[in-house]
């Protein structure tokens, strides 16, 4: 019995040995990972946002009045030209303007402003669903605190990273500025179109009125153009930012900040847009003119007015000569762009017109465009020939000439044999002048031009003499004006005066003794030549009835460029056709059309003004004239006395 049980707990403790043990129970851990996730996510977004901060700018100054750079330009009667530069007046308090004016902003581009926190979940789902139905953006969810952002500190890219930076912005200026300071910002800082930043600067440009006095029509117009500032801008296109006011107003309406009779009223009346008294055409000149301003005055951050040489009478007859020359002729002569700048003989700009339409393009042909000028070049080829020697009566073979293999050929390949130099001139033969550059030397030529104005560089090689060297519109009209001042240098100028707005002169052209650039015997033959080609020559179409006139044509190859350049004893007028593409015009030559609107342009800026000779100097001796020999006392042929280019070279040593 006893064996029996010993036998049993045997089998019983071998069986238990036998019986793997269970397992102990194991403790849960996914709540510790959890937490460590969050650990290192936390870390990790710290770091991540960190980033962010850490490139933001510092918001601390933004309620200060930032820099000025209002430049008002007038005429020579002291006209408004124009009104540049405008880009921020002085900060303007969204308390001191009429409710309705922040109102219309926020009701056409944020009606949520004063209840979210910067970024606005609801406005951004909405904008969603509308664009999601539409297919296509119709509807932005950026608030205002956000564009305001983005126009303070951030790149216009479209990504993720601007699109957190801008977030992240829009909520600290939520926390560090409240809803009055940061709709005052948005008003000081916004585009409106026209080159125009702020609500302050736009009413005074669009309106001619300070912003605390706007009109509801007239703040749902500024309202209206910040969703399109080019397109919606009152200056550019007063229909259609009249179309968009409408708009701005049923917002405004539906969101309960006017009633329907005010609404209808608004939109019946008609916003009054005050444009400067300047011609449509008056930027061009005003361009040139805000380009020069920095370099007389530097950058100065306050209010300016410039005095200027401009004459917008004289601007007038310009853009009309340039208008309907264009209109009747441009496209028969397949002629898509002109040019016309005048000025007096002493450099002083009075009219520039930089193309056919500067609301269409803002390019100045007239001071950027290089373009060839063809035989309009060739009075400097004479006066360079004149100088060492030559004489009007000379005369030389107008007829085929190679120069290593490149052969000139005249108009339409005619030529006329014999002929004096007076005569070559009034014709523009191209040998004729080709020969004179190879006798006195390309360099002698570019020389000349260059003492004369022509500043762009030139290639002294022997097709120069056909104009082959580009130049600038207003340069080539500047390089003449010598021949109508009595042979004085003559720069072109627009500005006569800068002065601070109370009154504080910054610079003021100083008037100096102009150097000697054509001597008096050259002057008298060159204006005689250039009197022949109006009188018989190829410019008869430029020819006045009651002014005397001188001046030269020109054309290039396959008429890709036609000109005219003259002058009477008030005006040196220059006048250019042709494509920005190069094409090539159909027959236009500087005979006709070119010669034409300078007429017509000379007719109107001369009507009233006395008839006055053209300068001449002394006149040429009889040796220099004639081909007499010469009388007692004088030199023989063969030791004339040293030419005005030998006189210079001996000075200057060039």
């Not at 793997?20 to 770091?47: C, D, E, N, Q, S």
């Not at 901060?53 to 510092?58: F, I, M, T, Y």
């Not at 916003?271 to 400067?276: C, K, M, P, Q």
């Not at 030549?529 to 001046?551: E, I, Q, S, W």
């Amino acid at each position: 019995m006893g064996m029996a049980r010993s036998r049993n707990r045997v089998d019983e403790i071998a069986e238990r040995a036998a019986t793997p043990p269970k397992p102990a129970k194991r403790h849960r851990t996914w709540p510790y990972v959890i937490v460590l996730l969050l650990a290192w996510g936390t870390i990790f977004g710290g770091i991540f946002f960190s980033r962010f901060l850490s490139e933001l700018p510092d918001v601390g100054s933004l309620l200060t009045n930032g820099p000025s750079r209002d430049i008002t330009i007038y005429d020579d009667a002291h006209r408004l030209i124009s009104r540049r530069g405008l880009t921020q007046s002085e900060l303007i308090e969204v308390r001191t303007l009429p409710d309705y004016v922040p109102n219309a902003f926020i009701a056409i581009e944020d009606r949520r402003f004063r209840s979210h926190l910067g970024v606005d979940p609801i406005g951004l789902t909405r904008a969603a669903y509308q664009n999601a139905s539409a297919g296509h953006v119709v509807q932005g969810g950026s608030t205002i605190t956000q564009q305001l952002a983005k126009n303070l500190f951030l790149v216009p890219d479209r990504n993720f990273r601007r699109k957190m930076q801008e977030a992240m912005l829009a909520l600290y200026l939520e926390y560090r500025y409240s809803k009055d300071q940061i709709i005052t910002l948005y008003l000081n800082r916004v585009y409106f179109g026209a080159g125009v930043y702020g609500i302050e600067a736009a009413s005074q440009r669009f309106f001619g009125k300070p912003a605390a006095k706007l009109t509801l029509p007239e703040a749902a117009m500024l309202a209206g153009s910040v969703k399109a500032p080019a397109r919606y801008n009152p200056m550019f296109d007063p229909d259609a930012s009249h179309n968009r006011a409408s708009v701005v107003l049923a917002a405004m309406q539906d969101a309960g900040f006017i009633d329907q009779a005010t609404r209808i009223d608004a939109e019946t009346t008609r916003a009054r847009i005050v444009r400067g008294s300047g011609t449509p055409g008056a930027g061009y000149f005003a361009d040139w003119v805000m380009s020069q301003i920095p370099g007389y005055v530097g950058e100065v951050q306050e209010a300016l007015v410039v005095e200027t040489t401009f004459d917008v009478d004289v601007q007038n007859e310009a853009e009309r000569a340039v208008t309907a020359g264009l209109r009747e002729e441009g496209a028969k002569l397949n002629a898509s762009q002109a040019v016309l700048v005048a000025m007096t003989p002493d450099g002083a700009v009075r009219a520039m017109v930089g193309g056919a339409s500067y609301l269409q393009s803002p390019y100045n042909r007239a001071t950027d465009a290089l373009r060839q000028p063809g035989s309009s070049f060739k009075p400097f080829v004479y006066l360079t020939a004149f100088e060492h020697g030559r004489k009007p009566s000379d005369v030389m073979n107008d007829g085929p000439i190679n120069i290593r293999g490149w052969q000139p050929e005249d108009y339409e390949g005619k030529y006329r044999g014999e002929v004096s130099l007076r005569e070559a001139f009034a014709i523009s033969s191209n040998s004729v002048a080709v020969q004179l550059t190879q006798e006195v030397g390309p360099k002698a030529v570019a020389h000349t031009a260059r003492r004369l104005g022509i500043e762009t560089p030139l290639q002294a090689v022997s097709s120069l003499a056909l104009g082959t060297s580009v130049v600038t519109p207003l340069e080539l009209t500047a390089a003449y004006a010598p021949f109508a001042n009595g042979g004085v240098a003559a720069s072109p100028y627009g500005i006569v005066s800068i002065k601070t707005k109370a009154g504080k002169v910054l610079w003021r052209r100083n008037t100096s003794a102009p150097a000697q650039v054509v001597a008096p015997d050259a002057l008298t033959a060159m204006n005689d030549l250039m009197t022949d080609v109006v009188a018989y020559g190829t410019g008869k179409a430029a020819r006045l009835d009651d002014h005397p006139t001188a001046g030269k044509t020109g054309t290039t190859q396959d008429y890709r460029d036609a000109w005219f350049v003259g002058f009477t004893a008030d005006l040196v007028c220059g006048v250019w056709i042709g494509n920005d593409d190069n094409q090539p015009m159909i027959h236009a030559t500087g005979g006709t059309l070119p010669a034409r609107i300078f007429k017509s342009f000379m007719s109107g800026a001369e009507q009233g003004l006395p008839a006055k000779p053209l300068p001449g100097g002394t006149p040429l001796t009889a040796q220099n004239t004639t081909d007499q020999p010469p009388a007692d006392g004088q030199q023989a042929p063969d030791q004339k006395p040293d030419s005005f280019q030998q006189l210079l070279d001996k000075l200057f040593g060039t």
